[in-house]
């Protein structure tokens, strides 16, 4: 049950200690002083990857509600993408806006912290564009709440850390293929080799091809992964990471926006889950590329220091077509349309170091981590203009659903700058956790942040600068051998990319979080149950307030909101053929009248997966898995879906000790929903499924 160590732990060479053992009795008596201390530095075989929680605690002993989704359960349920993924993650929702747009939250507020091995910047809007390959990541790690101790900056809602692959110790690796509905087709293979005879360099080679068209009319995705990392010792005590990822996604027949739910009557339309607002000449086309590079050095006294630097370069091509209004019921006119082409290039570059290491104070052993951090990003984009008068494209589109030929391209005209923003954060952090006695340790930290942007979005001048201090305090307390129970706070701090009417960005939203629970482990710790309750204020929290009529741009306005809730959640084996992940989220977000609000956040979510290895037939596996949800709603789009439940299947067939047989069959009830009402959305997949065989060799 422990998660993978962040600070005392390096991703490529774990110092150890290792002394001589007591001799027989029937030997002479040795001195203590005499006994040889054998120290070995710099072993590859013991890299772990990163975590992150930043300090060495199990799961059981930190004082937040974090969540793990495995390569394992991904493979099992067929999520291939980080998407997919993430709907298997306790407590956390992901808001499929738009066919290319997402936004992942929790407890209430949309995420927009993300991290690859304990390392990364806000995401800008908390979106997340195109759908991102997972068969590159060994799991995925959900901190839920504020986690002010790792990034500084961020709000109620949590961190996502993604952690990569790493090289094995061993030569092998794994292919697989899958077929299935909306024809669906895919092939990955994952490989590790060992570069040296001793073990020392080692090199993994990660790659998937995928291709699949959509219950919606006229979409189709494509995607391409290839990751190489490279690790090894440059000496006994510095080791060295190099790792390369890019991945080209393609989308044609996307949406801008989701579909109109408003007839002109006031009440709310139904459509086929098939239906779509785009045209045929629409596309989402989007290259992503990250690297990184880490060397990690360990002292003669065990104390390390890291040093990483990590690179992304993230571009896309669209044209798009937006269509809203409200809909006659009798003729099915009413909508106008809006085409846009955008081309955009962000950048980014961060630099980070830490020294960790324990000490000893009063008698017991202390842990201790400095760092700093430095992160520069660029995000321009340019935008492609019409002539209004004569594109068809602009203004009342035919009776919906209308065909996917209906409306002609524009005549695009030359690109013009539409925005140019650089950021720049410095971030300098420490954090300690002091063992007060057996049973208690306490969690202290800090992180003191310069965040400066500037630049122009959409031609008005952007000058932003913050400095802010945020601390953070956390406490464990072992009430039993099984059983700790924990208290934390932290203050939250997040710089906006929402603009207000005059089109500059609103200032930072800032809060208070705060969080208490039981973690018990059950069956030698083979079963982890965790119940937490929590509660969060934020000011200045961006909201939409409308649309500019001028320039046709949305824009925010800063509330107060309070979240409150509790969290029940249980996960790993009840027996040898039982594995188990299950949860329970009850939330309340209210403003500052003590209204309900951000009401596209459901209010009861239950998700669960639950695997079975036969006892009888131990090659034969199945599973099942699903969420069901309360009742949501917009009410900026008057729009509301009922509460509902999805299920999930899958069995899995070990031909051969190498040769594995799996089926997966997804929303088995076939149930009809809108699979989110955040901005506004689109009707999610009927029953489909999906054929997959992998080899291992």
């Known amino acids: 049950m422990k998660l993978t ?197 080692a090199a993994r080679v990660v790659g998937s091809i995928e291709d699949k068209e959509s219950h919606i009319d006229g979409l189709e995705n494509d995607r391409s992964f290839l990751y190489g990392v490279v690790d090894g010792q440059l000496t006994d005590n510095a080791t060295v990471t190099f790792g390369l990822s890019y991945q080209d996604a393609n989308t044609d027949g996307n949406t801008w926006g989701g579909l109109v739910f408003n007839y002109s009557d006031g009440t709310q339309a139904e459509w086929d889950i098939n239906n779509t607002t785009s045209q045929e000449w629409a596309m989402w086309d989007t290259e992503t590329t990250n690297a990184f590079v880490e060397l990690d050095y360990v002292f003669n006294n065990d104390w390390q220091l890291l040093v990483s630097y990590n690179y992304r370069d993230f571009e896309d091509q669209s044209k798009l077509f937006y269509a809203s209004g409200t809909i006659d019921k009798e003729t099915n006119l009413g909508l106008s349309g809006w085409p846009g082409r955008y081309d955009s290039e962000r950048d980014a570059h961060l630099v980070e170091s830490r020294l960790f290491g324990n000490f000893n104070l009063f008698g017991r052993e202390h842990e201790f981590n400095l760092g700093v951090s430095h992160a520069t990003s660029d995000d321009d984009s340019i935008v492609h203009p019409f002539d209004y008068a004569t594109t068809v494209a602009y203004g009342p589109t035919p009776a919906f659903p209308y065909a996917l030929d209906a409306i002609e391209e524009p005549d695009w005209q030359d690109p013009v700058v539409y925005s140019q923003i650089s950021q720049d954060l410095t971030r300098y952090f420490g954090s300690a956790k002091l063992s007060v006695t057996d049973d208690l340790f306490i969690i202290a930290g800090f992180n003191a942040i310069d965040f400066k942007r500037s630049g122009v979005n959409n031609t008005v001048d952007i000058d932003n600068s913050e400095s802010e201090f945020s601390p953070y305090l956390g406490a464990t307390y072992s009430v039993s051998d099984t059983v700790n129970a924990y208290v934390s706070y932290s203050d939250v701090y997040q710089p906006q990319e929402q603009y207000d009417i005059t089109g500059q960005y609103l200032a930072p939203t800032k809060g208070k979080n705060f969080e208490t629970g039981l973690k018990a482990q059950w069956f030698d710790d083979a079963l982890l149950t965790t119940v937490a309750y929590f509660t969060a204020e934020q000011d200045n929290l961006a909201s939409y307030a409308g649309t500019n009529p001028e320039t046709a741009q949305f824009y925010y306005e800063g509330v107060s909101v309070e979240s409150s809730g509790f969290e029940f959640e249980m996960v790993g084996q009840v027996t040898d053929a039982l594995r188990v992940q299950a949860a329970y989220t009850m939330i309340d977000v209210e403003d500052e009248d003590g209204a309900d609000a951000n009401e596209w956040a459901a209010r009861d979510v239950v998700t669960f997966q639950v695997g079975y290895t036969v ?23 008057n729009v509301t879906q009922g509460a509902y439940f999805l299920g999930n299947l899958y069995a899995s067939q070990a031909v051969t000790e190498d040769f594995t047989l799996r089926l997966n069959i997804n929303n088995i009830f076939d149930k009809k929903y809108i699979n989110s009402l955040h901005t506004v959305g689109y009707y999610g997949a009927g029953i489909n499924a999906q054929l997959s065989a992998s080899y291992t060799f």
């Open 5 to 201: 160590r962040l600070f005392a732990l390096s991703p490529l060479a774990l110092a150890l200690s290792v002394q001589a053992q007591t001799p027989q009795n029937d030997t002479p008596e040795v001195d203590e002083a005499d006994i040889e201390t054998v120290r070995i530095v710099g072993v590859r075989q013991n890299r772990v990857s990163r975590g992150a929680t930043g300090l060495t605690m199990e799961i059981s002993e930190t004082p937040q509600s974090i969540s793990v989704v495995s390569e394992d359960l991904m493979q099992s349920f067929g999520a291939f993408n980080i998407n997919d993924a993430l709907k298997l993650a306790p407590g956390i929702n992901v808001e499929e806006w738009e066919t290319n747009r997402t936004n992942y939250t929790a407890r209430g507020f949309e995420i927009k912290n993300t991290q690859i091995d304990g390392v990364g910047l806000p995401n800008n809007w908390g979106i997340v564009t195109g759908a991102v390959e997972a068969y590159g990541y060994e799991q995925i790690e959900v901190i839920r709440g504020a986690n002010g101790l790792l990034t500084g900056v961020g709000n109620s809602s949590g961190t996502i850390n993604y952690v990569r692959k790493r090289p094995k110790n061993e030569e092998g690796g794994d292919i697989g293929v899958s077929i299935g509905s909306y024809n669906f087709m895919r092939a990955q293979g994952d490989y590790s080799v060992l570069l040296t005879e001793d073990g020392r360099w």
């Open 615 to 637: 006892p009888a037939a131990p090659e034969f596996e199945v599973g099942v898995g699903g969420k069901w949800q309360s009742e949501v709603s917009n009410t900026t789009y």
